[in-house]
RNA sequence: GCCGCGUUGGUCAAGAGGUUAAGACGCCUCCCUUUCACGGAGGAAUCACGGGUUCGAGUCCCGUACGUGGUACCA
């Protein structure tokens, strides 16, 4: 019988959920539901010295604006708990200690400074980068160099040490990638990377492959950036728990800025957001744009981030998450990353506030009039407004000017359109519309226009050629949905009011 | 530098040896609309380069170039 599915996110709570981040979690997701599985959360939190108090939460709230609720975390809950790294502290320094008896990792006692002159001392033109590895460990101070006595002395001095992993001298490390195919390594060109950490924590590589194995995870997906350490991961799989139960790792490929990899910075650099959620950066408190705050429905930016590195090859582009959850497989994502375009972001968005009923995002909007002192009342009203302009919404925010004149008169209007051509018979021809649509008893569309088409002809004045008055007056500028629709909606005492009012300023 | 990964229009991309090399975003033109959008019809624009293999290569192989990630007691 087949394992469960179990496939899990880990991020470290360092920062604020960029969109690489985000997609990682959607694939992740997506792979775990289509196959019944589950989709478990873990925080990576053992990083001392860059944990931001604030941000774990802040994940939680992404992960939920997104619709992805784990079904196990440590907010959720779950049977194979804790889910934070640092709760699991202890469990860590066994399994690196049985890698030392095995012979396959070892003590290092060297300082910071004596890394550091190391790095320095072997530093040269063709090998900027030293490493800790085969060629310089037996000139370190850890347990390959030392005698057993000096290291029986540090060992039971309480020396402060790590452990570090030995990779081997010549062996291909090689392993099968779900979207790369095979990979291989040479050890000997891998650096001996520190497992346990000086204060007892354990090093990413470590807590992934063990935690990997106590969660029972049965896939692995995580961006390209830890491709280049996965021969560490697998070695440690070989050793402490076997090859057989490793999980089927997948490297999703990189989403890119304008140039080159999309940073933090380049939110503010390019004028696009990259997090998914407003996130204020503690140690600078600059305020870092979200997908959320910037306007974008939830769908759509699940949906964008989707695509952007897999298709199904039909051609289809908008995708809810429960078509995606039937469509995706994680053998059609790319290997290129790829370049992050707000335009066409902006377009998912705007195909989403078309295709969903104005009851979905109505709240939201309302919130942005009130924030702006416009006090909603009547909600038919308002979403009969919201329907009539949706269409040329592109973020949620753009409905405040797009509806903003269907509740205030305009204060200013765009006299450059209509001076030029205005003259007294236009005038008045205003002032005897007004008559007319005071007399109107059933106050709708068709007589509204009737009148208007009808005084028109009576002062032979082409219609067109009033009709965009008649807008600027009504809404203050060349915008807006048919002039008449308009009229309908805001009433006759404040379309018979606008027209007053305009005709004063175009008058003057 | 070394190691890994990658390379189809400006961008996202389809494509698994034989196609007029899909589609989408953006851009441009036209239609619809006497506003702005929506919608509709068109258009410009691509296989990084060089060698092989093959009757035939965007598709396979090898180089080169370029991009990108790693090279931390960060994840």
């Not at 890394?115 to 060629?135: C, F, G, H, I």
């Not at 099968?176 to 195919?181: A, E, K, R, S, W």
């Not at 000997?188 to 935690?211: N, Q, R, S, W």
């Not at 919404?393 to 209007?413: G, H, M, N, R």
Request: glycine share 6%; proline share 5%.
């Amino acid at each position: 019988m087949d394992k469960k599915i179990r496939v899990r996110f880990a991020p470290s709570p360092t920062g604020g959920l960029h969109l690489g981040g985000v997609r990682t979690v959607l694939y992740n997701y997506l792979f775990a539901k289509q196959n019944g599985g589950d989709f478990i959360v873990r925080i990576e939190d053992t990083d001392q010295t860059r944990f931001v108090p604030g941000a774990e939460k802040y994940i939680f709230d992404c992960l939920e604006w997104c619709g992805l609720q784990p079904d196990e975390s440590p907010v959720h809950g779950g049977e194979f708990g804790p889910y934070r790294q640092s709760e699991r502290k202890p469990m860590y320094r066994d399994y690196a200690e049985q890698l030392i008896k095995n012979g396959f990792a070892y003590y290092a006692f060297d300082t910071p400074e004596e890394l550091e002159k190391m790095r320095n001392d072997e530093k040269t033109a063709v090998n900027p980068s030293p490493q800790y590895d085969l060629k310089t460990r037996m000139r370190m101070k850890n347990s390959l160099s030392l005698s057993p006595d000096e290291l029986q002395q540090l060992l039971s001095s309480g020396a402060l040490h790590v452990i570090r992993i030995k990779m081997p001298v010549d062996e291909t490390i090689s392993f099968n990638d779900l979207v790369h195919g095979e990979v291989n390594f040479e050890s000997a060109l891998v650096d001996d990377k520190v497992l346990l950490k000086a204060d007892g924590m354990p090093t990413y590589h470590l807590a992934v492959v063990v935690d990997d194995f106590l969660m029972k995870i049965t896939h692995a997906f995580r961006g390209e950036e830890w491709l280049s350490s996965a021969p560490v991961h697998i070695l440690l799989w070989k050793h402490l728990f076997g090859l057989e139960n490793m999980p089927q790792w997948a490297h999703l490929p990189l989403i890119l800025g304008p140039s080159g990899k999309l940073s933090k910075r380049d939110g503010a650099k390019y004028g696009f957001p990259v997090f998914a959620m407003n996130w204020t950066d503690p140690k600078t408190n600059e305020l870092l744009e979200g997908f959320k705050e910037k306007g974008f429905l939830p769908e759509a930016f699940i949906n964008l981030l989707a695509v952007l590195g897999w298709n199904d090859g039909s051609g289809k582009e908008i995708y809810s998450l429960a078509e995606l959850t039937e469509h995706f497989s994680i053998d059609r994502v790319h290997k290129a990353g790829a370049k992050f375009d707000f335009e066409k972001a902006k377009w998912f968005n705007h195909e989403w506030i078309k295709r969903e009923p104005v009851s979905h995002f109505s709240l939201l909007v309302k919130e942005i009039f009130e924030s702006a002192l416009i006090r909603i009342s009547d909600e038919a009203y308002f979403n009969k407004v919201l329907e009539l302009v949706k269409d040329r919404c592109t973020l949620i925010s753009d409905f405040y000017e797009q509806a903003v004149y269907f509740f205030k008169a305009p204060a200013k209007w765009d006299t450059d359109a209509v001076k030029p051509k205005w003259n007294a018979a236009k005038s008045d021809f205003f002032i005897e519309y007004c008559a007319k649509l005071n007399g109107i008893e059933q106050w709708e569309l068709a007589a509204i226009e009737a009148a208007f088409k009808v005084l028109a002809t009576e002062k032979n004045i082409k219609p067109g050629e009033l009709q965009l008055p008649m807008r600027i007056m009504l809404v203050g500028g060349k915008f807006g949905p048919a002039v008449f629709e308009i009229a309908s909606l805001i009433g006759k005492e404040e379309t018979i009011s606008r027209i007053n009012k305009a005709l004063t300023i175009f008058n003057q």
